[in-house]
């Protein structure tokens, strides 16, 4: 079994920057690819962005040049930097751990962020 939990959401002005956490355990040998997605009231759940196992990344285009996505050296926890935030990226935001062995995902609880303007 594998737990993420996220971390770092908040309140903050438009322009202003947040990082978000999301530190996997259990087992993590599983996991191939750790992405960001985030879900507005009355709208889909969309990625964000993503890393997989080789460290190649993928990004929305809504969020290109002002999101970077990165991980630690051990591989167990997943960081979002988010520069240049607006009042549309106000959502809740989830890691996902994703297991193309066996195609299980592994979702956390969310973080809420949200942009004022």
């Known amino acids: 079994q594998v737990q993420v939990v996220e971390s770092g959401g908040g309140l903050v002005q438009a322009g202003g920057s947040l990082r978000l956490s999301c530190a996997a355990s259990?087992?993590?040998?599983?996991?191939?690819?750790m992405g960001w997605y985030r879900q507005a009231p009355g709208k889909l759940r969309e990625l964000v962005a993503s890393?997989?196992?080789?460290?190649?990344?993928n990004y929305a285009d809504s969020v290109k040049g002002r999101f970077t996505i990165s991980r630690d050296s051990t591989k167990t926890t997943v960081y979002l930097q988010m520069n240049s935030l607006k009042p549309e990226d106000t959502a809740a935001y989830y890691c996902?751990?994703?297991?193309?062995?066996?195609?299980?995902?592994?979702w956390g609880r969310g973080t809420q962020v949200t942009v004022s303007s």
């Open positions: 890393i997989a196992s080789d460290g190649s990344t």
């Open positions: 996902l751990g994703h297991s193309l062995l066996d195609g299980r995902q592994y």
């Open positions: 259990g087992s993590i040998f599983r996991i191939n690819i």
